[in-house]
């Protein structure tokens, strides 16, 4: 168990919906990553949070949104879903003490997304 | 943009066999190179190789970073079925942040 929890499991739904999938760190982690994972094209980054703050941005279509909150939990909006979308969706977080931000990240279970 | 690749990108070995996973890298920033093992669903985290310390081992693993030539290597000694997993290989990299770029990952099958 890497400490960090994703839910839900699994996501059923339909083309053109808005689904939430949420992230909490490890404890202490300030440090959030969202991945997409899909089967020909590898772990994809998204986005980062650190402390509340975006980060850093990869490829994330302008239909996925992300924050994190107060609390450092964070969120991963997708709207007006398509069937490309389906895919297992991860969330990492890692702890950037002082002035060593060579971290290693750790996941979450990930989120099965499938768009019907 | 950011790269990373590996190859093979997928290998069958026999039990007791040693493999060596490779991974290549072009990225702006160079801060750190990372293995993870992937089984079921979460990647885990194998090693974090820097600048201060190319070479790391655990037990049947073990990876070398080369700065030079851009590349890393995992290596995997006497391998077991509980080997077989795919293996992705992540860059750190970035001046103000400090992101993971992923390779696509070796699938290893380690047949009895």
């Known amino acids: 168990d890497s400490g960090v929890t994703q839910t839900p499991k699994h996501l059923i739904t339909a083309t053109g919906q808005r689904v939430t999938l949420r992230c909490s760190p490890r404890?202490?982690?300030?440090?959030v990553y969202w991945y997409q994972q899909s089967l020909d094209q590898g772990l994809q980054f998204l986005i980062q949070?650190?402390?509340?703050?975006?980060?850093a941005k990869g490829n994330i279509l302008e239909r996925f949104s992300a924050q994190q909150f107060p609390d450092l939990h964070s969120e991963l909006n997708l709207s007006s879903l398509e069937l490309g979308d389906s895919a297992l969706y991860f969330c990492a977080s890692s702890s950037m003490k002082g002035t060593d931000l060579n971290t290693e990240a750790f996941f979450g279970q990930g989120t099965r997304l499938t768009v019907v | 943009e950011d790269k990373v690749v590996q190859s093979p990108l997928s290998l069958v070995v026999h039990e007791g066999d040693t493999v060596t996973l490779n991974c290549s890298y072009e990225?702006?920033?160079?801060?750190?190179l990372l293995w993870y093992k992937q089984e079921k669903k979460a990647p885990t985290f194998l090693f974090m190789l820097t600048s201060s310390g190319i070479e790391k081992k655990s037990g049947r693993l073990s990876s070398i970073l080369d700065k030079k030539e851009l590349s890393s290597i995992l290596n995997i000694t006497a391998t077991q079925t509980g080997d077989s997993a795919i293996y992705l290989c992540a860059v750190g990299s970035g001046a103000g942040s400090y992101q993971l770029t992923f390779g696509k990952g070796t699938k290893l099958s380690v047949i009895p």
């Open positions: 990225v702006t920033n160079f801060r750190s």
């Open positions: 404890s202490g982690d300030l440090s």
């Open positions: 949070y650190y402390n509340g703050e975006e980060r």
